[in-house]
């Protein structure tokens, strides 16, 4: 049986963190900080919480501590909201998703830029039986026609029984 209480609790945490980051906590230095993801321990006295932040400019070390020293509020606000008995250890990890989706992306485009000439004639729509002869290609069709397929299977039952 599938316990869904820590994955419904973790997402109630993330939301309660958002609101709490974008609308109660009046911190200038953690503007535009989200909280992406919270992983709850099994036995839920910790947590981690992921947070990006996409158009600050501070370092992700500097948000980090400011989230740090902001904890105290964070678990006032799970305790006013009464969704959970004991109030987990709250530590902050950056999550680096978009950084590596900003690679990948640039990886990609550099290798489409790469095979996206115009020179080369390549056209994906071209059908290969256009620019082949008959005589270049082998048609199976025409074979099963000679072929005798009771024979084959005569021949193995005599090979089943020479094993016996």
């Known amino acids: 049986m599938k316990n869904y209480r820590i994955p419904r609790l973790q997402n109630e945490l993330k939301k309660l963190f958002n609101i709490t980051l974008n609308q109660r906590l009046n911190d200038p230095k953690l503007e ?34 400011n989230l740090t ?15 959970m008995r004991t109030i987990p250890e709250l530590s902050f990890h950056y999550d680096d998703t978009e950084d590596r989706a900003t ?46 397929y009771e024979d084959y299977e005569d021949d193995e039952d005599e090979d089943e029984l020479d094993l016996i």
Do not use: C, M
């Not at 020293?69 to 969704?83: D, R, T, V």
């Open 69 to 83: 020293k902001s904890s105290g509020f964070f678990k006032k606000q799970i305790a006013g909201a009464k969704i």
């Open 103 to 148: 690679k990948v992306e640039a990886l990609l485009a550099r290798i489409k830029s790469d095979y996206d000439d115009d020179d080369d004639g390549y056209d994906p729509d071209i059908d290969i039986e256009d620019y082949l002869d008959d005589e270049d290609y082998f048609d199976f069709e025409d074979e099963e026609e000679d072929y005798d």
């Open 32 to 65: 535009w900080v989200q909280i992406t993801e919270v992983v709850l321990s099994r036995d839920l006295r910790y947590a981690k919480l992921y947070f990006s932040h996409y158009n600050n400019p501070a370092k992700h070390e500097v948000i980090r501590d």
